[in-house]
Nanobody, 120 residues
Framework: QVELVESGGGLVQAGGSLRLSCAASRRTFSMNVMGWFRQAPGKEREFVVGISWSRGTTYYADSVKGRFTISRDNAKNTVYLQMNSLKPEDTGVYYC?????????????WGQGTQVTVSS
């Protein structure tokens, strides 16, 4: 059974940084892309960023462009999310997800989530 395991969440002050990791126990044919979603209290889950394993093609939500950077380590089956200049509105549970394409991230596997809290 394939699993996605996130780590790296925590509490940080506004303006600070955090780095999230998402490790896949193994890669499958349906896992061409990986991405991050987040869900703030009382709000719907929203897409944050995605990356393809093969070319490293990325796609960012407008709300995080210039502040967040996604990267991957193919040898370790791990995707990273470097979050800088964090804002209180970045607070939420961050989920790692996989898919066959950038448009279908989240149609395959999900991680358990990791909490990110940004204090003002």
């Amino acid at each position: 059974q394939v699993e996605l395991v996130e780590s790296g969440g925590g509490l940080v002050q506004a303006g600070g940084s955090l780095r999230l990791s998402c490790a896949a126990s193994r890669r499958t044919f349906s896992m061409n892309v990986m991405g991050w979603f987040r869900q703030a209290p009382g709000k719907e889950r929203e897409f944050v960023v995605g990356i393809s394993w093969s070319r490293g093609t990325t796609y960012y939500a407008d709300s995080v462009k210039g502040r967040f950077t996604i990267s991957r380590d193919n040898a370790k089956n791990t995707v990273y999310l470097q979050m800088n200049s964090l804002k209180p509105e970045d607070t939420g549970v961050y989920y790692c997800a996989s898919g066959s394409s950038m448009a279908t991230i989240g149609h395959d596997l999900w991680g358990q989530g990791t909490q990110v809290t940004v204090s003002s």
